[in-house]
T-cell receptor, first 114, second 111 residues
């Protein structure tokens, strides 16, 4: 068990560019979550998958954001036409099949939009 | 008003001190309570998980939940410089998978 992994760890982009992040959950976990964390704040929920189905999306997830989990394993989060306000740490978490399983977080992808 | 309130600190204590970290919440639907530790520029790491009122102990850490007062605490005994981090409380309600976090309390343990 290698834990939740995220790639890249850091991304610097210019305003208006598209970026894509990847998350690989713990292998036996069927639920996967994306959160966003800005400086001095706690993580805020963006969206969640159970297997390949996206079951919940936050109002924070604007039309420029899209997430996929095509085969119920890894997930991608894409941000189109990035804005400076998108600069944040993007965290992925996963948990298992139990109803009370808590979430285990990856190291995050730090996005800087110039 | 935020659903979960947490004093941002910073909290500075000498090595060996007992640390008390707290969160209050307003949503009665929260049933599961967690404490995460987050080092600078790292992802949150789970410390404690509980779902009932009362105390839960794990080594130097004790989590306390008072659902009637909507108040949770984390106590750290014999604090060490390596405990210096941001501590986040998190809550989950039944029927919804998303966690709601406090803003985090930054702790500094001075050697």
């Amino acid at each position: 068990d290698t834990g939740v992994s995220q790639d890249p760890r850091h991304k610097i982009t210019k305003r208006g560019q598209n970026v894509t992040f990847r998350c690989d959950p713990i292998s036996e976990h069927n639920r996967l979550y994306w959160y966003r964390q800005t400086l001095g704040q706690g993580p805020e929920f963006l969206t969640y998958f159970q297997n390949e189905a996206q079951l919940e999306k936050s109002r924070l997830l604007s039309d420029r954001f899209s997430a996929e989990r095509p085969k119920g394993s890894f997930s991608t989060l894409e941000i189109q036409r990035t804005e400076q306000g998108d600069s944040a740490m993007y965290l992925c978490a996963s948990n298992g099949r139990g109803s009370t399983d808590t979430q285990y977080f990856g190291p995050g992808t730090r996005l800087t939009v110039l | 008003q935020k659903e979960v309130e947490q004093d941002p600190g910073p909290l500075s204590v000498p090595e060996g001190a007992i640390v008390s970290l707290n969160c209050t919440y307003s949503n009665s639907a929260f049933q599961y309570f967690m404490w995460y530790r987050q080092y600078s520029r790292k992802g949150p790491e789970l410390l404690m998980y509980t779902y009932s009122s009362g105390n839960k102990e794990d080594g130097r850490f004790t989590a306390q939940v008072d659902k009637s007062s909507k108040y949770i605490s984390l106590f750290i005994r014999d604090s060490q410089p390596s405990d210096s981090a941001t501590y986040l409380c998190a809550m989950e309600n039944t029927g919804r998978r998303a966690l709601t976090f406090g803003s985090g309390t930054r702790l500094q343990v001075q050697p």
